[in-house]
């Protein structure tokens, strides 16, 4: 049986895109009377989410389907 990596590692990049994201939702979150998410909650949703919206495309690149 194959494990899976535990941790990711995220570029300055990706985190600073994650944390804006993660505020642009909690402001409005916050305006519906609900809880903020932590990053890490963002990330798990990401996981859950957006696995069954990849494909490759015609390219070869993996993209996001909407």
Not at 34 to 58: A, F, K, M, T, Y
């Amino acid at each position: 049986m194959h494990t899976m990596v535990k941790s990711v590692r995220i570029n300055d990049e990706e985190q600073e895109k994650l944390r804006k994201k993660a505020v642009e939702l909690n402001k409005v979150l916050i305006q519906k009377g609900q809880q903020p998410l932590r990053d890490s909650e963002l990330v798990h949703i990401l996981i859950d989410e957006g696995l069954d919206q990849l494909e490759v495309g015609n390219s070869g690149q993996v993209k996001i389907i909407k």
